[in-house]
């Protein structure tokens, strides 16, 4: 009897565990990540064609410093990676990564810091996450709430680094009915978002302005990278976290 129990408890595990990994692969969600390795990228667009190793960029270490809107619409780096072209002599320039890097705010180009960014590394500087420790917590992602972060002071982002435009303040909250029977609404709070973007990050590229007009807006394109899916599958909360939109979800 002991021996039949034991083996209906394994057998049960097992199915849960295979349960849980199709969900993954059929809802396309990346597997979870240690919380620092969350939001970290290789860039390597051009580099292993030039025989230089990926550039390792942390989205945690550099979001402490400064706001989404600042790389993602000041500096012209595009959401998806690798697609922006980024080169060695518009860095030099002042362009991209060296309207930073420019040996006064960050580091900047000289051979001794080549291996901070060329390491290939997706790891490089995890160390330094300990530095978060005290940050407001959520479960999923780097489990850091960077919304709390802001409001309770801990940090202070860069809205810009050369121009002084003003953000746009705009604090509705839209209820989207979901599509999916039994499948309660989700909320989309604007002052979170805008706390870090531009309004011309999402709009209209993305989504139209005029609420409930966006062609094919669904749950499953976001799951496939489109929509809220852009951020919100590996660089902000994941889409693990369901109740973080659907607030009356039981789960």
């Known amino acids: 009897m002991r021996h039949f129990v034991f083996s209906f408890i394994i057998l049960l595990f097992a199915g849960v565990l295979l349960l849980h990994q199709s969900t993954y692969a059929f809802f396309k969600i990346p597997p979870p990540l240690p919380p620092e390795l969350y939001g970290n990228m290789l860039i390597n667009r051009t580099s292993e064609k ?5 550039v390792a960029f942390s989205h ?9 809107r600042v790389c993602h619409l000041e500096l ?14 518009a860095n030099k320039e002042g ?44 479960k999923y992602g780097n489990k850091v709430d960077w919304v709390k972060a802001i409001n309770e002071g801990l940090i202070k982002p860069k809205n810009y680094i050369s121009d ?7 604090d509705k909250t839209l209820d989207l009915k979901a599509e999916w029977d039994r499948i309660p609404h989700a909320i989309f709070p604007h002052p979170e978002h805008t706390a870090w973007l531009d309004c ?20 499953l394109l976001s799951l496939d990278g489109k929509f809220c899916g852009i951020c919100h599958l590996t660089i902000a909360f994941p889409l693990h976290d369901c109740k973080r939109c659907h607030p009356t979800m039981s789960k």
């Open 60 to 68: 945690w270490s550099h979001r402490m410093h400064y706001t989404c």
């Open 200 to 219: 011309s990050n999402c709009h209209p590229d993305i989504f139209n302005i005029k609420q409930k007009t966006t062609k094919h807006f669904s749950m």
């Open 76 to 89: 012209e780096f595009n959401m998806k990676l690798n697609t922006t072209e980024i080169t060695e002599y």
């Open 164 to 170: 002084e435009d003003s953000q746009m303040a705009f």
């Open 50 to 54: 030039n025989n230089v190793k990926p």
């Open 95 to 138: 362009k991209f990564c060296g309207a930073c890097h420019d040996g006064k705010i960050a580091f900047g180009y000289r051979e001794e810091n080549c291996n901070k960014c060329h390491n290939g590394n997706i790891g490089y500087g995890k160390e330094n996450f300990e530095k978060l420790r005290n940050f407001p917590k959520t």
